[in-house]
């Protein structure tokens, strides 16, 4: 007899993001934001871009928790967990192109453009996901 819950074994691990992003507030994803906000790697197209992907991020988080009660509980768990992780491959692109800002190396046009494109490509996700 199948368990109700083998689907869970199906569901990605749970992203744990670093120290530097469990602060100031609550929230990984805001906290990373700010962070990027704060920088002085930051441009005028990163700041854009960056809170567009923090305003998608809150739209989806909103439409989340009106919407959960309404989801299977097997996709209310996807969703948050795949939420969570969307975080990581912004927070490493990000890391990437500070790392070679700070280690003197100069602008690089593909490094900026990959940064850019990781950003967009999880806001088109959370946009996913709410429709």
Request: hydrophobic share 40%; net charge negative; glycine share 4%.
């Amino acid at each position: 007899m199948p368990n109700d819950l083998d689907w869970i074994d199906e569901i990605p691990e749970d992203w744990r993001a670093p120290a530097e992003l469990r602060e100031p507030t609550a929230s990984p994803f805001v906290n990373f934001a700010i962070g990027v906000l704060s920088s002085k790697h930051s441009s005028n197209g990163i700041i854009l871009v960056i809170s567009e992907l923090l305003a998608e991020k809150e739209r989806f988080s909103t439409w989340y928790l009106s919407a959960k009660g309404n989801l299977s509980e097997r996709r209310a768990v996807e969703l948050a967990i795949c939420s969570g992780n969307l975080l990581q491959p912004c927070w490493e692109a990000w890391q990437t192109y500070c790392s070679r800002r700070a280690s003197g190396a100069g602008w690089s046009k593909d490094e900026y453009v990959q940064l850019l494109t990781v950003w967009a490509e999880a806001k088109r996700q959370f946009e996913t996901w709410r429709s």
